[in-house]
């Protein structure tokens, strides 16, 4: 079993930065491969990115490549999504999802641990 724990969520500008943090416990991430995953009001939940733990291997929504990169700290077993030049539509609520290692990493019902959501608000 895989508990994971979001933080970091909160208001910012338009043009700012964010950082959010995805804590794991009850497992190591090593087998696994975490996505990030967020759900605007009226809106679909849709794939933002995924990072496969043991290679490290990243991949992104077009809709935020460039300005958000999935990171890891092996030690804390946490990964991160760094926001930079966030936009009024990247407003939702955030979820980071574990799921094993294999298959795709953009279809959230592939993915078996969820995190609770941290909210995102981006002002223009």
């Known amino acids: 079993q895989v508990q994971l724990v979001e933080s970091g969520g909160g208001l910012v500008q338009a043009g700012g930065s964010l950082r959010l943090s995805c804590a794991a416990s009850?497992?190591?991430?090593?087998?696994?491969?975490v996505g990030w995953f967020r759900q605007a009001p009226g809106n679909e939940r849709e794939f933002v990115g995924a990072?496969?733990?043991?290679?490290?291997?990243?991949y992104y929504a077009d809709s935020v490549k460039g300005r958000f990169t999935i990171s890891r700290d092996n030690a804390k077993n946490t990964v991160y999504l760094q926001m930079n030049s966030v936009k009024p539509q990247d407003t939702a609520v955030y979820y980071c999802?574990?799921?094993?290692?294999?298959?795709?990493?953009?279809?959230?019902?592939?993915?078996?641990?969820w995190g609770q959501g941290t909210q995102v608000t981006v002002s223009s």
């Open positions: 999802a574990a799921k094993l290692d294999y298959g795709n990493w953009d279809v959230d019902s592939l993915y078996d641990y």
């Open positions: 009850g497992r190591t991430f090593s087998n696994y491969a």
């Open positions: 990072l496969r733990w043991r290679s490290g291997n990243t």
